[in-house]
């Protein structure tokens, strides 16, 4: 009878075990398995899913530092500094600064900071391209440039992440702006890495209006790879500099022909050529693989 009774409390425990393991995978499998975005390249298939986040949010879908203030308009050249990740006791200190295309980084840097013990300090400008460039046409970005380096060292940051280029990528335009590199010398002066990501492609139209009016496979709504430029020479002239990482991740986000305006069923700009902050979100697992030793070395 104990027998029995010791058998069946055992077997309803195995039971029970077994449930909220399934709930747990299920909601794990669910969650990553069905919008893994930029980690599609780690799956063999994927099902076919409604995208995240959806056409009709997906515009609004900026990174916690538009929303916080931090990221300034073109009229203004005030610099407003935005702390996030790990506040107290961090180990590294990552300062996201430049342009949009800089910012919306930060979505993937947040996943990761908890875990890696960052803190980071965000301050970015509409248009602004860390640069040392005289800008006669935006005179409030010169300003704002000049400012942002002695600014965000009073932060000692370990490592600078902003874009490596301000090629329109995509488009066959190629233009080089050598004040970059002036500021990623600056900045070696000062002891501080820069880790530098190719810019993002442009797409031909707005990628959500494209996505609701022909669907998200279709061929008008992508950019063809052969209009990504490589840049030998601005990547020798990059490479050549002593604290700078740079990182392409073209293939990553775009198979051998084309760039897709979604992938692993998120939407990967919200516009022509701004990540939504659910796609920066999921490129965490090669931020961290690509970043991190950096960072530590």
Not at 3 to 13: E, M
Not at 116 to 137: E, L, P
Not at 151 to 176: C, F, R
Not at 253 to 280: A, E, F, M
Request: charged share 25%; net charge positive; proline share 4%.
């Amino acid at each position: 009878m104990k027998n029995s009774i010791r058998v069946k409390v055992t077997l309803s425990i195995v039971l029970l075990m077994v449930f909220f393991n399934g709930v747990v995978e299920a909601y794990t499998y669910g969650k990553f398995y069905y919008h893994p975005g930029v980690q599609e390249n780690r799956y063999e298939k994927l099902p076919y899913a409604p995208t995240l986040p959806t056409t009709s949010k997906a515009f609004d879908d900026s990174p916690q530092g538009y929303k916080d203030g931090c990221h300034a308009n073109k009229h203004t050249s005030k610099i407003k500094v935005c702390t996030y990740g790990v506040k107290k006791g961090y180990k590294h200190t990552v300062a996201v600064i430049g342009d949009s295309h800089s910012g919306h980084w930060l979505g993937a840097l947040q996943k990761i900071a908890s875990k890696q013990s960052i803190r980071i300090i965000y301050a970015t400008k509409s248009g602004c391209a860390m640069s040392s460039k005289v800008r006669k046409d935006y005179p409030t970005c010169t300003t704002w440039n000049k400012n942002l380096i002695p600014t965000i060292m009073k932060y000692k940051p370990d490592l600078v992440l902003t874009k490596a280029d301000t090629n329109t990528v995509g488009t066959g335009e190629k233009k080089y702006d050598y004040g970059m590199v002036d500021k990623f010398k600056e900045l070696n002066r000062y002891g501080v890495k820069v880790f530098a990501i190719k810019n993002t492609m442009y797409f031909p139209e707005d990628s959500i209006k494209c996505i609701k009016k022909y669907g998200r496979h279709s061929v008008k709504c992508k950019v063809s790879r052969a209009n990504i430029e490589k840049n030998p020479e601005w990547l020798k002239t990059l490479k050549a500099q002593p604290n700078v990482k740079y990182v392409d991740y073209a293939d990553l986000i775009c198979d051998k022909k084309y760039c897709s305006p979604t992938q692993g069923n998120v939407i990967i700009v919200r516009d022509r050529h701004h990540l939504t902050n659910t796609y920066s979100k999921t490129f965490s697992y090669y931020l961290a693989r690509d970043l991190m030793p950096f960072l530590r070395k």
